[in-house]
């Protein structure tokens, strides 16, 4: 079983960007619906992004129109594309590889929008 690894994490300005990278090197990795989620201290994880395998992305109201996310199967990487953040978009972001009943999280990398 491999985990998928994020990367990308890190300090922003607000009105900054950031692209968060997760690899899931698994074989059937272009059957797996891709995922970004989020979770700040003393709340439940929630859902930021979602990309099928077939290309149809799916994103929370908070992020629609900031947030991209995109897949490159060839790399076995998807990516979460972040702009024009906002201070409110601190937490810890974790990759999730889903395909039926399996379900692979990723550690997570922290993201601080802060002046």
């Known amino acids: 079983q491999v985990q998928p690894v994020e990367s990308g994490g890190g300090l922003v300005q607000p009105g900054g960007s950031l692209r968060l990278s997760c690899v899931a090197d698994?074989?059937?990795?272009?059957?797996?619906?891709m995922n970004w989620y989020r979770q700040t201290p003393g709340n439940p994880r929630e859902m930021v992004a979602t990309?099928?395998?077939?290309?149809?992305?799916n994103y929370a109201d908070s992020v629609t129109g900031r947030f991209i996310i995109s897949r490159d199967n060839n790399k076995k990487t998807v990516y979460l594309q972040m702009n024009r953040v906002k201070p409110e978009d601190t937490a810890i972001y974790y990759c999730?590889?889903?395909?039926?009943?399996?379900?692979?999280w990723g550690q997570g990398t922290q993201v601080t929008v802060s002046l």
């Open positions: 999730n590889a889903k395909v039926n009943t399996l379900e692979y």
């Open positions: 990309i099928t395998p077939n290309g149809r992305t």
């Open positions: 698994r074989r059937t990795f272009s059957l797996y619906t």
